[in-house]
């Protein structure tokens, strides 16, 4: 159980324009996920917070209105990367927690590979 | 605030050798403690954890990791290196169901044959 999806898992987009990425929860009900970013040979950076029913919480100097968020329902959350550029380019994982689970632990999904020409 | 330090960003080890990856934290409070796996290009895995009670910690592929309150570590180990544990390893911390994991730098294990 605990499973986490990702779609899609590779995308190139022209510089300029925007794409979104899904995160599911398949088996549970999540009324938080995690968006992370990770570079090359680097750690994960927790990114934003995302809240089902309300707004995401954002790490500082993370641009809000560069990386939406919306947590829609208890299965889904999007980030969607406004006229994207080619920083932007990275791995995204989101993640989720099981509610009640009390052991803490984060199910993550498989990862989107995002490239910006 | 908590943190997580891994000492050695990249370790090289002999098949069938012993596999340490280190891993210190630093936290006000008890906390939870992960270790994951991540392959290229792919998402994290839960190796194993320690919230309470049994210090010594068995996970899955033969890993293990103890935590050591007094050392405020959570090294993590395996007797015998297999060339499918190359991969990178992530220690991260928690300290309650609100808050995120935060995750240290991360160790790139190599397996040499």
């Known amino acids: 159980g605990a499973v986490v999806s990702q779609h899609p898992s590779w995308v190139i987009c022209k510089s300029g324009t925007s794409v979104k990425i899904e995160c599911r929860s398949l088996?549970?009900?999540?009324?938080?996920m995690f968006w992370y970013r990770q570079f090359p040979k680097q750690s994960l950076m927790l990114m934003a917070t995302?809240?089902?029913?309300?707004?995401?919480?954002?790490e500082q100097g993370v641009e809000k209105d560069k990386f939406l968020i919306n947590h829609a329902s208890l299965t889904l959350s999007t980030l969607t990367v406004t006229s994207a550029h080619p920083e932007d380019s990275s791995f995204y994982i989101c993640?989720?927690?099981?509610?009640?689970?009390?052991?803490?632990?984060?199910?993550f999904g498989p990862g989107t590979r995002l490239t910006v020409t | 605030a908590q943190s997580v330090t891994q000492l050695g960003s990249h370790v090289s080890v002999s098949e069938g050798a012993l596999v340490l990856l280190r891993c210190n934290y630093s936290?006000?409070?008890?906390?939870?403690l992960f270790w994951y796996v991540q392959y290229p290009n792919q998402g994290l895995q839960l190796l194993l954890k320690?919230?309470?009670?049994?210090?010594l910690v068995k996970g899955i592929n033969g890993f293990e990791a103890e935590f050591k309150k007094s050392e405020t570590s959570f090294h993590l180990t395996k007797p015998s290196a297999h060339m499918s544990d190359a991969a990178e390893y992530f220690c991260?911390?928690?300290?309650?169901?609100?808050?995120?994991?935060?995750f240290g730098k991360g160790t790139r294990l190599s397996v040499i044959a």
């Open positions: 995302s809240n089902e029913g309300s707004k995401a919480t954002y």
């Open positions: 991260a911390v928690s300290l309650s169901g609100n808050t995120p994991l935060v």
């Open positions: 088996d549970f009900q999540a009324t938080t």
């Open positions: 993640s989720a927690r099981v509610p009640g689970q009390t052991t803490y632990e984060q199910y």
């Open positions: 936290s006000s409070v008890p906390p939870y």
């Open positions: 320690y919230t309470t009670g049994a210090t």
